[in-house]
């Protein structure tokens, strides 16, 4: 059983589900990086989610394009994210105490252009080595993944997909039958981005694919609120947060706040979201 799937597992037993917030690694700097997870680590998140930055926006809305760009500014490079995410693990582990909290399994979002620059087997070995749990590829189609997820197995590593909400059925259990770790599913049509409500066409879904899978579910793209926890209880297994982090780190370069406020803040925010997932 992979660390993201015991992770599932004994939130499940326990009746609670899982909070994994987003980040985007070397915004606005790979320090601030560091500094966030072990302050999501010490909140006690179940899994962390780091965005691999890219030039050409995949699905990502405004506030996460715009942390992308900001890092990139910087001359970020993938082994700069590798060799900070392989410094933390390491200093964790050393550090146990300290943090009070295991260093919870971390994912990475990346685009598939970065993984066949490398090869997709040197890139897998690589995000193993650093510390990753698993890969998430939103610009590679499900048709076209089955060498991805031989790969990324053979590396200990889950492949997670994304299902969306014109994702049709006979699409849908394609991706269900390939998928591990547990299914990404996209509450809205678009991009990533804070939303007020959630639609109910994605209860719908989610009744269905519970149906079909005992993969976990966990939702992202507009979930930014604790009370948006409370409506999916029952129906998904997890909630992804992403741009309302997002949003709280940028004020690190667009107003010039002091990054350990912010970091204090984001833990402040991922706290309430994570309490509400233990109701």
Do not use: W
């Not at 700097?29 to 999501?40: G, M, Q, R, S």
């Not at 996460?64 to 970020?76: C, D, E, G, W």
């Not at 990346?110 to 510390?131: C, D, H, N, Q, T």
């Amino acid at each position: 059983m992979t660390n993201i799937a015991s992770t599932f597992t004994r939130l499940r037993s326990a009746g609670q589900m899982a909070f994994m917030p987003f980040i985007t690694a070397g915004d606005p700097d790979l320090a601030t990086t560091t500094k966030l997870i072990e302050e999501l680590t010490r909140r006690g998140v179940d899994l962390i989610e780091i965005g691999f930055p890219y030039s050409d926006p995949i699905a990502d809305g405004p506030v996460i394009q715009a942390s992308y760009t900001r890092a990139l500014a910087h001359k970020l490079h993938v082994d700069d994210i590798f060799a900070t995410i392989t410094s933390l693990t390491s200093s964790i582990g050393n550090r146990q105490s300290a943090i009070a909290n295991p260093l919870p399994p971390l994912v990475a979002m990346v685009s598939y252009a970065l993984i066949f620059r490398r090869g997709a087997a040197a890139f897998a070995a690589k995000a193993k080595e650093a510390g990753f749990a698993g890969l998430i590829v939103p610009d590679l189609p499900a048709d076209e993944a089955g060498d991805l997820i031989g790969i990324a197995k053979d590396h200990g590593l889950d492949l997670i997909e994304l299902i969306a909400p014109t994702t049709t059925p006979e699409r849908a259990k394609r991706i269900l039958n390939t998928a591990t770790g547990f299914i990404y599913c996209i509450s809205v049509a678009g991009t990533t981005g804070e939303r007020i409500a959630l639609p109910d066409a994605l209860k719908s879904q989610l009744r269905s694919l519970r149906q079909q899978t005992s993969l976990p579910l966990a939702v992202g793209f507009g979930v930014s609120r604790p009370e948006q926890v409370s409506e999916l209880r029952g129906l998904a297994d997890g909630v992804i947060v992403g741009s309302a982090i997002v949003r709280q780190v940028a004020a690190i370069s667009e107003r010039n706040q002091p990054a350990s406020a912010v970091v204090q803040a984001v833990g402040e925010f991922a706290a309430s979201m994570l309490a509400e997932t233990r109701r």
